[in-house]
């Protein structure tokens, strides 16, 4: 089955961020400058079962774009990030042996295999995922990660990640992007509980969330935007998996 909704949301997610291969923009000013450390390159990786000679929503694939950067000292962010992309695939190469398309005709090879053992059943596979450089100054780039699987279970596997590093291409924790992470945890729960339309008073837990504690607190998942903080909740970090994914929006100017 086709999720046109990952489209849909990745177009959403990055409307507000303006880049290109080469520049991204600044978060002083509505110019875009060159950013020589975080300079890169998009590549692409695209797989599809042999016979696929119809539309890939009939067709078990894989399609997959991610930035390569290119300076030197940007070498360890590359191997994390194509690390983390075949982790998503099922693929548990080390980070030094990453071969990302090799994993991707893996993945076609497991469906083969499948479609050998239940030669009548219908499952088609897919692993999707789309990449972008959502922010950059001179000491970080935050990576935008959108992705959809499906190998047949009961339900596919729909979600984002961002990762960050600093100029030295090492992975950055949440706290070294947060400057103030108590205003940003309070920002977050108003606008939470605006979204989901429960009051300032009324138990988070009670109203269908598993938050630890029955308290607020923020997703593992957060990236940065140009003048925003993306925060994600993945399905099952807060909650049921009907509940779905969360994401909130919070403006660098609503932390002053």
Partial sequence: ?????????????????????????????????????????????????????????????????????????????????????????????????VDLTKSAKDFIKSYESFKKDFPDSRQIWVFRLKSRISFADDEKVSVLIAYDSNTGGAHGNLGQLFLNFNSHGRILDNSEIIEDSAKLKQVAEHKFRLRKGIEENKSLNESGFSFPDDKFVLPDNIGLADKAFILYYSPYEIGSYAIGPTQIIIGFDELK
């Fill in 1 to 97: 089955m086709t999720k046109n909704i990952f489209f849909i949301a990745m177009v959403l997610l990055v409307a507000c961020i303006g880049c290109d291969n080469n520049t991204v923009k600044s978060n002083d000013n509505n110019e875009d400058i060159s950013k020589d450390i975080f300079s890169f390159d998009m590549e692409e990786v695209f797989v599809k079962v042999d016979g696929c000679d119809s539309g890939l929503q009939y067709c078990s694939h894989v399609m997959i774009n991610y930035p390569v950067f290119k300076s030197e000292k940007m070498k360890d962010a590359n191997k994390l990030i194509l690390s983390r992309i075949t982790k998503l695939m099922g693929d548990n190469d080390t980070v030094e042996a």
